[in-house]
């Protein structure tokens, strides 16, 4: 089973609008495509993280949060063909604020309850190293 299906957009987007964008047919491959590009733009965001174990989480077993904004970049993207009865300007920011919350997380600013890579030999949460450095001082002598 896929990490987000198109059945449960229905809780960003009305069933009718769907139809709408999809021009009545009964399969939806606009919104798949949309959900499939969601994905690895949310995924480009994680690189810190299981991706592997998080995308193959199904149901209760998903992070809410990540899935709540998974379907917030799937909308967005998938309004871009259309957006009748849409209110584009809250599409829009809830995708701001999707992106906003998952450049926190890359940053290590936010650290949601998501598994981290495990090398071989270590247990969960081991191996893992952030680094960086304190900001450039420009020193002179005069």
């Known amino acids: 089973m896929p990490y987000l299906t198109?059945?449960?957009i229905n809780t960003h987007l009305y069933g009718e609008v769907v139809a709408e964008i999809e021009r009545?047919?009964?399969?939806?491959?606009?919104?798949?495509?949309?959900?499939?590009?969601?994905?690895?733009?949310?995924?480009?965001?994680?690189?810190?993280?299981?991706?592997?174990?998080?995308?193959?989480?199904?149901?209760d077993d998903r992070n809410p949060i990540i899935l709540l904004?998974?379907?917030?970049?799937?909308?967005?993207?998938?309004?871009?063909?259309?957006?009748?009865d849409v209110d584009y300007e809250q599409r829009?920011?809830?995708?701001?604020?999707?992106?906003?919350?998952?450049?926190?997380?890359?940053?290590?600013?936010?650290?949601p309850e998501l598994p981290v890579p495990t090398v071989e030999g270590t247990t969960e949460g081991e191996?893992?190293?952030?680094?960086?450095?304190?900001?450039k001082r420009n020193n002179y002598y005069n």
């Open 127 to 135: 191996g893992f190293i952030k680094f960086g450095s304190n900001p």
């Open 24 to 59: 009545q047919t009964p399969a939806s491959p606009l919104l798949d495509t949309a959900i499939k590009a969601a994905i690895a733009e949310v995924k480009g965001y994680l690189s810190a993280y299981d991706k592997t174990a998080i995308f193959n989480a199904t149901g």
């Open 92 to 111: 829009k920011e809830r995708y701001e604020l999707a992106i906003d919350y998952l450049e926190k997380v890359q940053s290590g600013k936010a650290v």
């Open 6 to 8: 198109a059945a449960e």
């Open 69 to 84: 904004y998974t379907k917030d970049v799937a909308v967005w993207h998938y309004i871009q063909l259309a957006n009748p």
